[in-house]
């Protein structure tokens, strides 16, 4: 049977007769009594959000800019009318275990996707996204040969890859 020092952790190896006794360690001289080890139960953290963004406004101006443009038509207030929903009907949530997308207005859609099956991490930034600091971000992972997720119009595109991929370190 295995036993510890509970001071400085050396461990002994001992016949089970001497359980309930009181040994010294010859390590640290500490006296304590030889009892069965506990186990150790892992305990995880509770899920916590890091962060939850929409997609940029910047990222939809050629739809606002076509739409206040037009706006003297029904084709204005269709292009300003669909940049808002695309753009407050689109919810990036990153915590500390999974990474969920939510779209939709009237027809919604949810995927998620664990940290821990996050294989690979890609950035696509356009021209016009770089201008703006936006970009898409797009992640596999071992259950598909594609792209799991993408995440369009992202402010900071490389600072939420680089806390992806930190998430993905301690997993």
């Known amino acids: ?4 020092c509970p001071n400085c952790g050396q461990k002994y190896e001992v016949d089970s007769s001497i359980l309930g006794q009181n040994v010294e360690c010859e390590s640290c001289g500490t006296n304590f009594i030889a009892n069965i080890p506990k186990l150790q139960v892992k ?3 509770p899920e916590r959000t890091i962060f939850q963004i929409h997609p940029s406004g910047l ?3 050629w739809d606002y800019f076509f739409g206040i443009l037009l706006l003297i038509g ?8 669909r940049a808002l929903i695309n753009q407050f009907c689109t919810k990036y949530t990153v915590t500390t275990r ?3 997308v939510e779209t939709g207005w009237l027809n919604k859609h949810h995927t ?5 099956d996050i294989r690979g ?3 696509e930034i356009s021209i016009w996204e770089g201008l703006i600091d936006t970009g898409t971000i797009a992640l596999g992972t071992a259950a598909t040969a594609g792209v799991e997720i993408k995440m369009v119009g992202v ?7 680089q806390t992806i991929n930190g998430l993905r370190g301690n997993v």
């Open 98 to 100: 999974r990474i969920i």
């Open 121 to 123: 991490a890609s950035l």
């Open 59 to 61: 990222y939809f101006f």
């Open 1 to 4: 049977m295995n036993i510890s």
């Open 112 to 116: 998620e996707v664990w940290i821990k």
């Open 155 to 161: 402010e900071k595109p490389q600072a939420v890859v």
């Open 43 to 45: 305990r995880e953290q």
């Open 74 to 81: 029904i084709v204005g207030i269709v292009f300003i009318a």
